[in-house]
Every structure is written in C-alpha cells, then in structure tokens.
C-alpha cells in the first residue's frame, strides 16, 4: 500500500486565468500520484526517483477563475491526503478572479522546525504555525493568495535534537561534518522535519509558495569570497554536502517554483522524469553549477496579474574573483534586467521620448484614480507593482553598509595586502557579504530599480522584499542629482527625492520566521541606524577610498525583533503593508489554534498615497 511520506505542497498557481496549478508530493514508493478536485478539476503524473525517494509535480487544469476548490491527492487510486483523522479544513486551490480583485502576499526567513507539539520551544512560537492555525480556526478569513519564503528554509548546519538523533543512527558524529548534514539523504531529513509539522503541512497544501535558497540551506556564509570557497572545496565532506544540497534544492524547492509551463520546457525534468532513476542525472546537474554557476538559473519570474514578481538568486550565482565581484554574474544580471523592464516602453522608461497622447494613444489611463502620480496620466505598464524578492536585503543600515563596503576594498587591496587579509578575516567572521559587499552589483540593482520606477508608465511601487538578519525593518531610498547625501547626516525628509524615481520604492526586511537573535546582534543593528553610526561609517569609507554611492535611504519602520510574518495587500496601485509577530499568550487554545499562540499586528501602514 503506497503511503504519502510528505506533501501535499500546492506551489503553482496560474494568476491570470489559465486554470492550472501544480501540487508538489513524496510517495514511499514508485506510484501514479493524482489531484481531484471537488468541480472536476483533474491532474496526475508518475513518480519519479531520486536517491530511494519518489517525488511527483502534479499538474492540475480545468481550473476555474474566481473559485476555491477542494482537493484530495491520491496515490495508486487511494486517497492519501487529507488524513481520515485530519483536524483541518479540506485543503483547497484557490484561483484569482480575472481581473483579480487584489492580491495578499505574505513573506518572510529563516525558520528552523518547531518542535513537537509536547516539546517547549525556547525560541517562542512559530509563525508559520501561528498563521497556519489561525487560517485553519476561520477558513473564510483573509489569508495569503501567495507565500514567499526568503530563504534558510532548511538549517544544513545547524540541527535539531531530533535531527541529530537520526544522524547518529546513520554515522558517527565525532567525524567531519558532525552534526551538519552531509549528503542528500540527510537533506531529506531537514525537509520531512520542517514541512511534515501538522500545521504547517496543512498551510502549505492549501496556500500557494515561492522559494529561495540562502546559505544556511548550505552552509553559513555560503560563497562569501573566492578564499572562502577554496577553503571549504578543500574538506573532504563538502563535495557530498553541496551537491546534496543542490540537488535537494532543485527537488524539494525549485521545481515548484515554475510554470507548468516552464516545467514542460525544462529539459533537465523530462530526463530526470525519463529514468527509472534520475539521481546520477541530477548529481552530473548539480556538480556542473557548483562548478559552474553560469551553467543553472535559479532565479524567477512570476506574474501575478498587475503585479510582478522576480525572485533573484542571490547566493549561486555570485562571481567571487576579487578583482571582478559581482553578487551576480554578467548572463544573470542581463536576466534579471530583460525580466524587470519586460513589456516597458522605452519611452516609459524616462528616455526623453514625446509624452503620448491620452486622446489617441490606446495604451494610456489618463485620470486614473490612484495612479500614483499627481494628475493620474501616463501610460499603463505591464505591471502597477514591481516586487524583487532577495533573500539578501538590497539597503542595510547604513553602518553596516559602509562596513561591508569598506571591507570589499580592503579585500580587493585598496589599502594594501596586510589589509587585505585583515579584510577577509573580517568578512568571514562578521559575514560581511550582502549586497554592499558587491558594491558594483549594489550600484547595477539601484540603477535598474530607478528606471523600472521612472517614466509615465513606471509601477505605483518598486518593493524589495528580503530576510536574512533577524529582524524587521521598513527602509526608503532618496536619490539626489550628484549621487551624496540630501543632508549633512544623510537623512531626506522625503523619501525618494526629488531626482528619485516616480514609484515608491521601498526595501521591506523580515525575519526570522521562527528563529533567534543574540542581544549583542539587536544592539548593533539599533546602532547600524544612529547618526553616531553613520559618521563612523564615513570614515570607513573614505579610509577604503570607497565611491560615494548614488542613493541613500533612511529608517521608516522599525527594527522589530521577533518571530514574525510581513503581508502587502495590493489593490490596483495602492499597496498596504501588516507586520505581524507570533506571541504567547496564557489563554486556553481556541479549537484549531496553536495552544498559547497568536499572531499580533505591531505595524500597519499604506505605502502608497
């Protein structure tokens, strides 16, 4: 009897009416995996095999728009999802109407497993768990059309009591790599831990996601620097762990993330689905992009109705040769570029061509409420919302930012080989490797965010959605024509500037899902926005003889620190952003409610007039 050993995970779903999605699942055997859904929607497919274990993308069509549809998954003609016993509501699809009235987006990092439910948890609740049972104890509530997870969805280095436990069973954990994970079987712990919690699987089989790896899915710091990763090559336990964590990655995480479509044009999938055993097909994958990050594309674009999603790689694809750094490479940045200006007119890019004619031109929305600009004219783009998911954030306080910065010149010996090596052991120790430790990519991404928000047609908003520091920040940019600061202690009291882009560009943090931060960790990042800090990082700069950058931006939401969740809600061109923190509280749980737990909101705002 064919069992379901983790899943459903509802990934895909179409934004724009085509009715199809797809539903991710793991069997305990070969098997055909089937989708039902309630009005005759319908999908299967074969299992395919990956190191003893059988995994299928179900494609499901015949979707209708504007509905919520609830499914079972079979496996062999037997149900297998829900659970007989299951205390959730049925798991669901849910299609957007066409045109969609608006879309709900919640995102965040870094979340370790909880622990059993009859375990404490030192770190405080879940917030994915907390989110999970809330939507379950009122089904009919709002709740996300869409989940983005930033990254560190898995901790390779940094295992639980339990996880520790199995590894033991397979290998003494007095050798290399000790308790971290060291090859793909040991990946498929971390997944059945992390995604087989009750909650949580039922919130991922009836909400759809979006992935992106960050380092801890690796290694902590994974591709800092050139000298880092000769080093790590350099131990004999690195070979199977990164081609694990690659290949559990492009299976458990990246697969989901595309199309049917896309799907059906990849051809490394069809080989893979090909063989009675893809698992030499997918170690030859992974072994060339670890060799070769030119040679695999993890970032992606989705589209979701008038808005934009573009999900960057920001930790495969990095170029670490000092002299030619680049967070990516030159065919992924042409990438990222071609898929944010896609469908913009030149014109609307703010060029210098001739404004159109509202009275004969078909594509502008003269007069249309809430464009974002003062008189409501220009022309309507491809997209009223731009979103650029990073797990790395694009603005850091502005201290920490000058000390990445400074370090990158340190390193490439801009002051000298004693300091260069000074800078790597400051790199590594304090993980100065964001975006500000690339500052030419820094400078690339600023530039292509001000022109995807210029010009008559440009977005309402331009939202850089990040994770990765362990806690919550809201940030604004201001440009200015000589590329310094507006003010003496670099602060703008309008945010954007007058030489700024016309959409509001915004750099939303949030992390940890369910994780902790050191109180030393909260008072350097509370410093990192200081005034002190930022004349201090002045310094640093001019030391390193670092190039002024063409942006500044300053703090207008937090830090927040706790296990917590952001969503935008966007309607047409407004866009509204929730912060919410998972809390404990003393009262007795209400029926489907995590016991003790509930998410609180602790900011609400409009990011648009």
């Not at 983790?6 to 699942?25: H, K, M």
């Not at 670490?320 to 200006?341: I, K, N, P, S, T």
């Not at 917590?564 to 409610?593: F, I, K, N, V, Y």
Request: proline residues 9%.
């Amino acid at each position: 009897m064919t069992r379901l050993r983790l899943g459903p995970l509802l990934r895909y779903v179409d934004g724009d009416g085509g009715g199809t999605a797809t539903v991710w699942v793991e069997a305990d055997r070969p098997s055909t995996a089937e989708v039902r859904c309630e009005d005759g929607a319908y999908g299967t497919a074969r299992t395919f095999h990956i190191a003893g274990h059988h995994y299928a993308l179900i494609p499901v069509t015949g979707l209708a728009p504007g509905t919520d549809t609830p499914y079972e998954v079979l496996l062999d003609d037997r149900r297998v999802w829900p659970p007989e016993d299951s205390r959730f509501p049925p798991s669901t699809i849910r299609t957007p109407a066409v045109p969609a009235a608006g879309l709900r987006v919640s995102f965040g990092s870094c979340r370790w497993a909880s622990p059993p439910h009859d375990e404490p948890d030192p770190i405080g609740p879940d917030a994915l768990d907390t989110l999970a049972t809330r939507i379950a104890g009122d089904p009919a509530a709002a709740r996300p059309d869409v989940l983005l997870l930033l990254g560190d969805q898995v901790y390779a280095d940094e295992t639980s009591k339990a996880t520790r436990r199995r590894l033991a069973e397979r290998r003494e954990l007095s050798e290399p790599p000790g308790a971290e994970v060291a090859d793909y079987e040991e990946y498929t712990h971390l997944y059945d831990e992390s995604w087989s919690d009750p909650a949580v699987r039922w919130l991922l089989s009836t909400v759809p996601s979006c992935m992106i790896f960050d380092d801890h899915d690796l290694i902590d710091d994974w591709n800092t620097s050139a000298a880092w990763l000769a080093d790590t090559r350099a131990k004999p336990w690195w070979q199977e762990r990164v081609l694990g964590g690659l290949m559990s990655y492009w299976v458990y995480q990246h697969l989901g993330n595309l199309s049917p479509a896309e799907l059906a044009a990849d051809s490394l999938y069809a080989a893979v689905r090909a063989e009675p055993d893809g698992t030499e097909l997918l170690r030859r994958f992974a072994a060339e992009a670890d060799r070769d990050p030119a040679c695999a594309r993890w970032s992606y674009r989705r589209d979701f109705g008038r808005t934009r999603l573009l999900m960057v790689d920001s930790r495969a694809a990095r170029v670490l040769a000092e002299q030619d750094r680049a967070m990516l490479d030159e065919a992924e940045a042409r990438w990222v570029r071609d898929q944010v200006l896609d469908g913009r007119s030149p014109r609307g890019r703010g060029t210098g061509g001739p404004d159109p004619d509202p009275d004969t031109d078909p594509d502008t929305d003269s007069g249309r409420p809430g464009s974002g600009r003062p008189d409501g004219a220009g022309t309507r783009g491809p997209y009223d919302h731009l979103l650029i998911g990073t797990s790395l954030p694009w603005l850091l306080p502005p201290f920490i930012h000058d000390v990445e910065s400074w370090d990158s010149a340190l390193c490439g010996g801009e002051r000298g080989p004693r300091w260069a090596r000074f800078g790597e052991r400051l790199r590594r120790a304090a993980d100065l490797e964001h975006w500000a430790a690339f500052p030419d990519s820094f400078e690339e991404l600023t530039a292509l965010i001000a022109e995807a928000g210029s010009g008559p047609d440009a977005p309402a908003t331009v939202c850089v959605l990040s994770g990765d520091v362990h806690h919550a920040y809201v940030a604004e940019p201001s440009w200015t024509a000589d590329g310094g600061p507006d003010g003496p202690d670099g602060s703008s009291d309008s945010p954007g500037g007058a030489h700024g882009p016309d959409a509001r560009v915004v750099q939303l943090t949030c992390s940890p899902v369910h994780n902790s931060i050191p109180g030393y960790m909260k008072l350097g990042f509370r410093f990192g926005w200081s005034g002190v800090a930022r004349r201090l990082g002045h310094v640093l700069v001019r030391h390193g003889r670092v190039a002024r950058s063409s942006v500044n931006w300053r703090r207008t939401g937090g830090p927040w620190f706790g296990n917590q969740l952001m969503t935008l809600t966007l309607r047409g061109r407004s866009a509204d952003l929730r912060l919410e923190q998972a809390r404990a509280h003393g009262r007795a749980p209400e029926a489907g409610r995590t016991p003790g737990a509930e998410l609180v909101t602790v900011q609400e705002r409009s990011l648009t007039p």
